[in-house]
């Protein structure tokens, strides 16, 4: 089996509106051996995503719905997170693009994913983004 | 307020997006059951080879759905997609490759009456304009 059982697994949070995509995303992160929390635009997310501390955050940005956006502003400003590696998600590509661009502005790296995304792509991003590239 | 310091969220989008967004929502679900579905199959010790690539093959047929169907998604509003439609729509284009030979089918068209549904239901709410729906008119 893998070394990963051994050592303690990466955790990864999930952010998105959508029910079905956060159960897929968590079936497919725990079989490559990762920790998942998955949660909705609830009011209380970034309080629980600072308490998890993930290695990695997913966090979508939808049409409509600003709060992908605050949680993105969030972690820019909140020192003890600018450090966790983000993989935005959206099926905007507008989105996707201001998000980029409100990147480059903040002098953050991000990743980013268009949905529906090619599974095994988030996969290797995710593996990159904790260092299991 | 300059265009600059704007946010992501503050800045205007294209009305079409709503719409793209809610048929990219359960196309997401249906190709992410699609990958957990092969994946299973793949896995099942109880298959022969046969079922198993039969079984496969037609996962795969919905994985191309799924990307033709964003294709035309992408193409509502009649403009040609800009880079950064083609830059990030890339991820699920390259899933073409990973089909087998004669995989990839027009099964994109038992999409369309779903779609047409979703743009009808937008023209009565207001959301788009009829002239904005280039999948109720005929080519």
Do not use: C
Not at chain 1, 19 to 43: C, K, M, N, Q
Not at chain 1, 102 to 117: I, M, N, V
Not at chain 2, 99 to 106: D, I, K, S
């Amino acid at each position: 089996m893998h070394d990963r059982q051994r050592t303690p697994r990466k955790r990864v949070f999930a952010v998105n509106s959508s029910p079905d995509f956060l159960l897929i995303v968590r079936e497919v992160l725990a079989d490559e051996g990762y920790a998942v929390t998955t949660s909705d635009f609830a009011p209380n997310v970034f309080t629980r995503i600072v308490m998890r501390h993930p290695d990695a955050l997913m966090i979508d940005v939808a049409p409509e719905e600003s709060v992908g956006w605050d949680l993105l502003r969030g972690l820019h400003l909140e020192l003890q997170m600018s450090d966790i590696p983000v993989l935005v998600t959206s099926t905007s590509p507008t989105l996707l693009e201001n998000a980029r661009d409100e990147a480059t502005r903040y002098g953050t790296h991000r990743s980013f994913l268009t949905k529906p995304p090619d599974l095994d792509e988030l996969v290797r991003t995710i593996r990159e983004m904790v260092g299991d590239a | 307020m300059h265009a600059e310091d704007e946010t992501g969220a503050e800045r205007p989008i294209d009305p079409l997006d709503r719409l793209r967004h809610d048929l990219r929502t359960p196309l997401t679900t249906i190709g992410g059951r699609a990958y957990l579905l092969a994946r299973a199959v793949r896995r099942a010790p109880s298959l022969s080879e046969d079922e198993r690539t039969r079984l496969l093959a037609s996962v795969a047929t919905i994985e191309a759905a799924v990307a033709e169907m964003v294709v035309v998604i992408d193409g509502i509003g009649g403009s040609p997609p800009p880079e950064a439609h083609k830059r990030h729509s890339r991820g699920v284009i390259l899933n073409q490759s990973r089909l087998p030979p004669g995989a990839v089918t027009h099964r994109a068209n038992e999409f369309l009456p779903v779609a047409i549904h979703r743009v009808a239901g937008s023209i009565a709410m207001g959301t788009i304009h009829p002239s904005q729906a280039r999948l109720l008119r005929p080519d």
